[in-house]
């Protein structure tokens, strides 16, 4: 049963920081991408970053715009990938969701429905 949980959330003031952590369980963890999305009230889900495989895929990353210098996804290469969110300002207010996809982040890495297997989310809340 492929299972991912995102934690980390919480209530951050605008220039903090935040780590967020996807547990996976039920999959070879080493055949799929990871990717991390976020979605605001009112609006689409968003990518905002995404990590292929570093034994099955290329161990490439990508990151949306928004992220850029910013945020950083990283693997324990076991079974959790993070999302290191730095210099948060309130537009990244948003629940964020982690999901897999197989191999690699591209193509359609931005895509939502590329992606076969997703977690609940956790709220980040950027406010002073």
């Known amino acids: 049963d492929v299972q991912l949980q995102a934690s980390g959330g919480g209530l951050v003031e605008p220039g903090g920081s935040l780590r967020l952590s996807c547990t996976t369980s039920?999959?070879?963890?080493?055949?799929?991408?990871i990717g991390w999305f976020r979605q605001a009230p009112g609006k689409e889900r968003e990518v905002v970053s995404c990590?292929?495989?570093?034994?099955?895929?290329?161990?490439?990353e990508y990151y949306a715009n928004s992220a850029k210098g910013r945020f950083t996804i990283s693997s324990d290469h076991k079974n959790t990938v993070y999302l290191q969110m730095n210099s948060l300002k309130p537009d990244d207010t948003a629940i964020y969701f982690c999901?897999?996809?197989?191999?690699?982040?591209?193509?359609?890495?931005?895509?939502?429905?590329?992606?076969?297997?997703w977690g609940q989310g956790t709220q980040v809340t950027v406010s002073s």
């Open positions: 039920g999959f070879r963890f080493d055949d799929y991408a």
């Open positions: 999901a897999a996809k197989i191999f690699k982040c591209e193509p359609f890495y931005s895509d939502k429905d590329a992606y076969e297997s």
């Open positions: 990590v292929s495989s570093s034994y099955s895929g290329d161990g490439k």
